[in-house]
């Protein structure tokens, strides 16, 4: 597994329990402390056992610490350069949803083997939509979770008001609905298409 996905990790734990609670998590684990490093490749195997163990110490699902991940990649203050990224997705939700199956190609553009899923969207209407994201080869599923923390957090960025329920898995595959009940329910958070553009940190996932 691509080290920056396992940093990302890393760092949600670090921002949001706390440095000690990390290095007990990392000791559980079995891993080398200061930690993961962002260009690097690890077993596949350690990283999952790594949110094995936080959710050991944090009494919380893995599904809910993957969800809090993804909220915490748009959320928090140490990735506003990603958030920015996201929103140049599109002028309001609906076009960041289209703009979604682009997400891994831009990425391997950033960083040239990163494998994120690949993710397709459908639509049912103007306003559901039906995302599935595929784990490249060997990968473990969960992604959709992380998706969904994305979603929810992008929304409350653009004002939206949605409606997420993350299906499952079969094969692979994740499915998560999506339904926009309002693209403008509320301000949204402050954005200017023209300000220059911010280079997340190596923690971030592009």
């Known amino acids: ?25 990392a000791g559980r684990s079995g891993l080398d402390l200061p930690g993961f490093e962002a260009m690097l490749d690890y ?12 959710t050991a110490l944090l009494a919380k699902p893995a599904d809910t610490i993957l969800e809090d991940i993804g909220t915490y990649l748009i ?3 140490n990735n506003e350069g990603l958030r920015r ?10 076009d960041f949803l289209h703009s979604l199956e682009e997400l891994p190609g831009r990425a ?3 960083v040239p083997d990163l494998r994120l899923p690949d993710l397709e969207l459908e639509g049912h209407s103007g306003r559901a939509f039906c995302l599935r994201c595929t784990a490249p080869t060997g990968e473990p599923t969960g992604f959709g979770h992380v998706l969904v923390g994305v979603l929810r957090a ?3 960025d653009y004002g939206a008001l949605v409606i997420l329920d ?17 693209t403008d329910f ?8 023209g300000a220059p553009l911010p280079v997340p940190r190596a923690s971030s996932i592009p």
């Open 1 to 25: 597994m691509h080290g920056l996905i396992a940093r990302t990790l890393q760092c949600f734990l670090q921002d949001t329990y706390g440095q000690a609670a990390w290095q007990d998590i």
């Open 85 to 94: 990224l996201m929103r140049y997705g599109g002028v309001d939700f609906i």
């Open 108 to 110: 391997r553009l950033a």
């Open 75 to 77: 959320t928090h203050a």
């Open 166 to 182: 993350h299906r499952g898995a079969e094969a692979g595959c994740e499915t998560v609905d999506i339904v926009v009940i309002q």
């Open 154 to 156: 992008m929304a409350d």
């Open 43 to 54: 077993e596949t195997g350690l990283v999952v056992r790594v949110l094995s163990e936080a």
């Open 186 to 193: 509320a301000s949204g958070r402050a954005f200017e298409l």
